[in-house]
């Protein structure tokens, strides 16, 4: 969408919604997984749809009507009008093909998913390089916020995957579709066997991590032949499990308590080792006082490489007394707003590359160090429609990244703002030489103020962490494919 779009009747919008606030009582608190979630049961019998609509109005009316007729609503009306509302503020279109309309009405118990498809494509009053072949509608109760989040995480965690797509399409029925969702919405990776050094590194993990003093073990998986290694072996609750694959992470987390979703773009080994202790770190899995031996392999070829980290060593400048990298941000938003900026570096937008800044922070203690350059497109709607743990917002960032500035977001995932300019002012940073004004701006303002930043290099794809002002972490894009 464009940001004229975005702006429309902002103001009417703004002054006529009363919306449930809850995200300011629950600041702070982390989304469960989105793979927790089984869609398959909020699907009804009837409500797998072919339609063959002419506008979009007519299908969110159909999709509405099915999920007002499985639950024996009189009136559908309501999930329709709730439905326009939120497609006022925001398209919900997600890309490949497929939208996510989606609505919070009071008094609706729980969940309820109904899914219209069309081969040919339904209008949805969106650029699009593709039909929207596939809309998924999500009806809840109001006062589910959190879990509404969790739900749309946990559809468009699914769709991403072309299997499923092609799947949904082909469903004979609405029990077919149920039986697809509930597969966690992931067609499993790729297979291969692990070649004998993975086996060994895997056996003999535990004893190689004493022997070199490291108190905690991550192995980064991208197989299930892996997996089943790691199952196998006795007290299997002593590792830490890293994957890019959505699939993998699922199976992980019915067999270990410990299990990080890492960003799905390919990352060099350097990038993949630091960043997944990052998040280790910010997930509470790893403390400041440990010692990581980090399993990894490079890009389908196997575990090859055992890299050791001393967590007090290579980031206790950077960490809290309680071994947090900001008790300001929350753990589950600096995941999100970095897998946001793999996925921006990778794919950048319509064909070119992209550079922008993400700051998390305390927007007031911001202020006097930023500059508006444009209207800000986020200003006067409703909080929970701008938490950047909304996956359906993701398109939307992804076009504002196209703005000069950096966007604004509070510890808690709401975006503040974006367009902004920042102007810490001449502040000493350690930056190495070659970096540009937009790293130096986003290192610097991390200087002045309380915040982490997150540059993405419009030239090279390189995502730069940062935070009192010094860099964390400079992560490179590998030459694997993604998962």
């Known amino acids: 969408m464009t940001l004229k779009e975005a702006l429309r009747e902002k103001e009417e919008k703004s002054a006529g919604k009363s919306r449930d606030q809850a995200a300011d009582k629950d600041e702070g608190k982390r989304p469960a997984p989105a793979e927790e979630v089984r869609l398959g049961a909020l699907l009804g019998p009837s409500s797998l749809l072919d339609l063959d609509a002419g506008s979009k109005k007519e299908l969110l009316c159909a999709l509405a009507e099915a999920v007002a007729r499985e639950r024996r609503l009189g009136d559908w009306q309501p999930l329709y009008q709730a439905t326009c509302e939120r497609e006022a503020v925001v398209s919900t279109y997600l890309g490949e093909g497929v939208a996510v309309p989606h609505a919070r009405v009071p008094g609706f118990e729980g969940f309820a998913i109904a899914i219209a498809r069309s081969r040919k494509g339904f209008p949805y009053e969106v650029e699009t390089a593709?039909?929207?072949?596939?809309?998924?509608?999500?009806?809840?109760n109001e006062s589910l916020q959190h879990e509404h989040v969790r739900h749309l995480a946990a559809i468009a965690s699914a769709v991403k995957d072309p299997r499923v797509r092609s799947d949904l399409l082909a469903a004979k029925d609405a029990q077919e579709a149920a039986r697809i969702l509930d597969a966690g919405g992931k067609g499993p990776p790729r297979r291969r066997r692990p070649g004998q050094l993975s086996k060994l590194l895997l056996s003999h993990a535990r004893t190689i991590a004493k022997d070199i003093g490291a108190t905690a073990v991550l192995v980064a998986i991208e197989s299930l032949e892996e997996l089943a290694i790691l199952k196998r072996l006795p007290r299997r609750d002593s590792f830490i499990i890293a994957t890019r694959s959505a699939h993998l992470a699922e199976s992980a987390e019915k067999l270990f308590k410990r299990v990080l979703r890492l960003p799905s773009p390919a990352l060099s080994r350097d990038t993949l080792v630091r960043l997944g202790t990052l998040m280790g770190i910010t997930s509470g899995f790893i403390s400041r006082d440990d010692v990581v031996?980090?399993?990894?392999?490079?890009?389908?070829?196997?575990?090859?490489?055992?890299?050791?980290?001393?967590?007090?060593?290579?980031?206790?400048?950077?960490?809290t007394a309680s071994g947090e990298i900001?008790?300001?941000?929350?753990?589950?938003?600096?995941?999100?707003?970095?897998?946001?900026?793999?996925?921006?570096?990778?794919?950048?937008?319509?064909?070119?590359?992209?550079?922008?800044?993400?700051?998390?922070?305390?927007?007031?203690?911001?202020?006097?160090y930023c500059q508006r350059l444009v209207i800000n497109p986020f200003r006067g709607y409703p909080e929970e429609e701008r938490n950047i743990l909304d996956p359906t917002l993701k398109e939307t960032v992804k076009e504002f990244s196209t703005i000069d500035g950096a966007f604004i977001?509070?510890?808690?995932?709401?975006?503040?703002?974006?367009?902004?300019?920042?102007?810490?002012?001449?502040?000493?940073?350690?930056?190495p030489s070659g970096y540009g004004t937009r790293h130096r701006a986003a290192c610097a303002i991390t200087a002045v103020a309380d915040c982490v930043s997150i540059a993405i290099s419009q030239s090279t794809g390189q995502i730069s962490l940062f935070q009192k002002g010094a860099m964390i972490l400079a992560a490179e894009k590998g030459k694997g494919q993604e998962l």
Not at 293 to 315: M, P, R, W, Y
């Open 130 to 140: 593709e039909p929207v072949q596939l809309a998924i509608l999500l009806v809840g």
């Open 326 to 368: 900001s008790t300001k941000v929350s753990p589950g938003v600096l995941e999100r707003v970095l897998s946001l900026a793999s996925e921006i570096s990778s794919e950048g937008r319509e064909g070119r590359p992209i550079g922008t800044i993400f700051v998390i922070g305390d927007p007031d203690e911001l202020a006097p």
């Open 293 to 319: 031996a980090f399993l990894s392999g490079q890009h389908q070829s196997g575990l090859d490489t055992i890299t050791v980290l001393a967590i007090n060593k290579e980031f206790g400048r950077f960490l």
């Open 409 to 431: 977001i509070k510890g808690n995932g709401i975006i503040h703002s974006a367009g902004t300019y920042l102007r810490p002012g001449e502040v000493a940073v350690e930056l």
